[in-house]
């Protein structure tokens, strides 16, 4: 049986295209079988397209509340009986409407080394405050703003002549690895979470033929 993933996007779709292209992926049980954009121009759609995904707009313009918008987007996703679904540069907060009907099945990938630079601007803040470090976050979304549970990590040193279009570049190819390898831990059904100190946090189990990430 497939691990059902959908993607929900609202611009280039670079992380969309790393799981499409994916050999980790492909070879797994995962199938993408939705991308969901709330943007009609994104460039993701056309990814979608080329590798024959089905793909919905929902643009959320047309809603009046968040949490309408998250209820047309749920009904979608549980059409396609999805497993998982994928914040893929979705740049919508998202409500519990959708969080409670896939509970700790919501996954975002963020630029930043979380819990510093959360929000739209982590790259250019990063940068801004001199961090030698950067990198990216691979998380479950919870209820806040980039706050749920981390999966994953991955860090980037960053060059004194690094401007904010190079670090990005190079945090968004950790991106491209990172997320992938997340997906399949789902799939295989790796991730487990644990209350610590009232705090959800997320577990990897170990399989003992993989290198540590
Ligand atoms: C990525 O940098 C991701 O971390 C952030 O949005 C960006 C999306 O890029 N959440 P793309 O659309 O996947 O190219």
Redesign the pocket.
């Known amino acids: 049986m497939s691990f059902n993933v959908a993607v929900l996007?609202s611009?280039?779709?670079?992380?969309?295209q790393a799981l499409i292209d994916s050999p980790k992926l492909a070879a797994s049980t995962v199938a993408i079988v939705k991308v969901i954009s709330n943007v009609p121009s994104a460039f993701?759609l056309t990814r979608a397209e080329r590798a024959n995904i089905p793909s919905r707009v929902i643009e959320h313009r047309g809603f009046d509340s968040r949490e309408a918008f998250d209820r047309a987007i749920v009904d979608e996703l549980q059409q396609a009986r999805v497993d998982l679904v994928v914040l893929?540069?979705f740049m919508r907060v998202i409500t519990p409407v959708l969080l409670e009907a896939f509970r700790y099945r919501v996954v975002?990938?963020?630029?930043a080394l979380l819990p510093a630079f959360p929000g739209m601007h982590g790259v250019r803040q990063a940068l801004a405050y001199g961090v030698r470090v950067a990198g990216?976050t691979v998380h479950l979304v919870d209820a806040g703003v980039d706050t749920g549970p981390i999966l994953a990590q991955s860090v980037v040193n960053v060059l004194d002549e690094d401007d904010e279009a190079s670090l990005?570049a190079r945090?968004?190819a950790e991106?491209h690895r990172l997320l992938p390898q997340a997906v399949c831990w789902f799939a295989e059904n790796r991730v487990s979470i644990t209350e610590v100190e009232g705090r959800a946090r997320a577990r990897i189990r170990r399989d003992d033929h993989e290198p540590r990430l």
């Open positions: 996007v611009g280039n779709g670079s992380n969309l993701a893929a540069g975002n990938v963020h630029p990216c990005a945090i968004h991106e």
